[in-house]
């Protein structure tokens, strides 16, 4: 009877040390599981990041090459919202070149009454915009 109560106290010290080395074990898996979906969620968002900078970069450019892309257009055929906004903002001034662009904003080389030159960058509303 003793001997069994000893192989007993071995056999359940042997079973506890077995079931504490796979609690630890199986803690290590799911540290290693965390850190990886941890790094793959890092990694998804700068990706992310990276495509939405690169696609404001690139309608940032395009918005600058339609801005870019004037032609020539005769004085006379400015909206009268544009000429009226000129002679605003710029009591007596001359209207000396105008060019359209594809999104019907207007840029324009003024001589003020004191013959002082500018550039003027409007929409068809005649509002200023911003260079």
């Not at 504490?20 to 700068?46: C, F, H, I, K, L």
């Not at 450019?61 to 009226?84: H, I, N, R, Y």
């Amino acid at each position: 009877m003793k001997n069994l109560m000893i192989a007993a106290a071995l056999s359940l010290g042997t079973m506890t040390a077995f079931a504490q080395e796979e609690e630890t074990a199986v803690d290590e898996a799911g540290t290693a599981v965390e850190e990886s979906a941890t790094d793959a969620t890092q990694a998804a968002e700068d990706t992310y990041d990276a495509a939405e900078e690169a696609t404001t970069d690139a309608a940032d450019a395009a918005q600058g090459a339609a801005q870019d892309d004037f032609s020539e257009v005769a004085v006379e055929e400015l909206p009268e919202a544009v000429t009226t906004a000129v002679e605003e903002a710029h009591p007596g001034a001359t209207i000396d070149k105008a060019q359209v662009n594809g999104q019907s904003q207007y840029k324009l080389k003024v001589t003020k009454e004191d013959g002082e030159s500018a550039k003027l960058l409007m929409d068809a509303e005649g509002n200023q915009i911003e260079k």
